[in-house]
């Protein structure tokens, strides 16, 4: 296409010209200098993607190669995967501006609200067990093995027990609250010892191994998402060697999260491209296998508001948490979108 000189563009640089012929100087420009900086998604600064530790390494490694494939095929963009060593050191990178996508837990939603570091964006949807619909919450549980002759909580006062992480509303919070309520006593006292798994298999094969007596998980770790055999990962016994005895919860569903001053229009092309992955046959393998999500609606702050009450109630601070985790360093800010 031909370019000319038509138009306000045309008409301000020939003021300028002119101005110049006369020997004098063109007024200096209001606009905002451009950054040298990277561009978002570009080679030098592509978009980093971070996953929730709350399955095992290799499970996040594999789908999330899938999921950052998905991306780059829909935007065209360059993106990496950014492993996590725990929830609170996710919300920090986040902060930092090391991640700008993630998929969060629930907890650490509102711990990004609360720092006003990311926006959730997308939550999960998964079938409810009981009525086979889709549902925007899940619940918590406590298990044992079907050996111990534990029955319900108060069996297991004096016991070890095994939480997953203190950002987990389903392997800490919801559980915590139910133990405080049923027993009149904080898990510090009720139990012998606590330990925190790391993630929900690894809390669950705590109890299928001895190390604990019991666990708090998500509903059902043990099993693949339609609940009909164990999952991946979990022994082929798992679930006639544990049992549950204890749930809480409705808990709101974990999602995705965008950074603090992620592009409008960037951040549109995101959602639309994840929903779209989770619709074929290969996204919905991926995310149920990664975090037994059975599709995703948009979302706002709003959907996490019950969490927050439920943090109020239990007593969680977890803002020192989030203190308490080192800060990691920022990555290059991004100029704009390509």
């Known amino acids: 296409m031909r370019s000319t000189l038509r138009g306000p563009l045309g008409w301000a640089l020939a003021a300028a010209l002119l101005i110049a012929a006369c020997g004098g100087t063109p007024a200096a420009s209001t606009a905002p200098k451009a950054s040298t900086g ?11 993607l971070a996953f929730t530790p709350s399955v095992q390494a290799a499970t ?11 991306l780059e095929r829909s935007t065209g963009l360059a993106w990496k995967v950014t492993v996590m060593t725990s929830y609170a050191a996710q919300v920090e990178a986040m902060c930092a501006g090391s991640v700008d996508v993630g998929f969060f837990a629930t907890i650490q939603m509102t711990l990004l609200l609360d720092k006003s570091c990311g926006s959730p964006v997308l939550g999960a949807l998964r079938i409810d067990p009981s009525t086979k619909q889709l549902s ?13 002759g534990i029955s319900d909580i108060n069996g297991l006062k004096g016991k070890k027990f095994a939480f997953v992480d203190p950002l987990s509303a389903s392997g800490y919070v919801y559980p915590t609250l139910t133990i405080k309520n049923k027993t009149g006593q904080e898990p510090k006292t009720f139990f012998s010892s606590t330990i925190f798994a790391g993630g929900h298999p690894q809390a669950a094969l705590a109890v299928y191994q001895g190390t604990v007596d019991g666990a708090a998980t998500f509903i059902d770790v043990r099993t693949t998402a ?3 055999a164990p999952g991946a990962g979990m022994p082929a016994d798992i679930l006639t060697k544990t049992k549950r005895i204890d749930t809480a919860g409705p808990i709101p569903n974990d999602g995705v999260a965008l950074v603090k001053g992620f592009p409008d229009d960037l951040g549109k092309q995101v959602k639309q491209a994840l929903i779209d992955y989770s619709k ?8 149920a296998s990664l975090f037994q999500w059975d599709g995703m609606l948009e979302i706002d702050a709003k959907f996490y508001d019950s969490m927050k009450d439920a943090l109020k109630l239990a007593g969680v601070d977890v803002q020192g948490l ?7 360093a920022a990555t290059p800010a991004p100029t704009k979108t390509p």
């Open 38 to 48: 990277p561009r978002l998604g570009s080679f030098d600064r592509p978009i980093s």
């Open 60 to 70: 996040i490694s594999t789908n999330g190669a899938a999921i950052k494939s998905a």
């Open 136 to 148: 925007t919450s899940y619940n918590s549980q406590i298990i044992v093995r079907t050996d111990s």
């Open 226 to 228: 339609d609940g009909t």
């Open 280 to 287: 074929t046959d290969d996204g919905k393998k991926v995310f």
């Open 322 to 328: 989030a203190n308490n985790t080192p800060r990691p």
